[in-house]
């Protein structure tokens, strides 16, 4: 059975920090690239940053210089630094690990609320 369990949300203060964490079970997670997605109340699922299997990183302009994107495939973990939070950074914040289409899954999200 594979589980994604997220971890590290919660409230933060504009100009704070936050980690999020995600840890895979069930998958051969260095054969996975994974991905963090957001969604904001009434707005689409947006991709927020991608590590692909052999390490190479890619983000979102809205978080470029702000998020760092990381894993350990000896824990079989992804990390999502968040620096710099701003309000419009609130969403549930989902990671998700893909291979194929028919081989793709989701965590359940960790709320980030950014507020003061």
């Known amino acids: 059975q594979v589980q994604l369990v997220e971890s590290g949300g919660g409230l933060v203060q504009p100009g704070g920090s936050l980690r999020l964490s995600c840890v895979a079970s069930?998958?051969?997670?260095?054969?996975?690239?994974m991905n963090w997605y957001r969604q904001a109340p009434g707005k689409q699922r947006e991709l927020v940053a991608t590590i692909i299997s052999g390490g190479t990183t890619t983000y979102a302009d809205s978080v470029k210089g702000r998020f760092t994107i990381s894993r350990d495939n000896a824990k079989n973990t992804v990390y999502l630094q968040m620096n710099s939070l701003k309000p419009e950074d609130t969403a549930v914040y989902s990671c998700?690990?893909?291979?194929?289409?028919?081989?793709?899954?989701w965590g359940q999200g960790t709320q980030v609320t950014v507020s003061s």
């Open positions: 998700n690990a893909y291979k194929t289409w028919l081989n793709t899954y």
């Open positions: 069930g998958i051969i997670f260095s054969s996975y690239h």
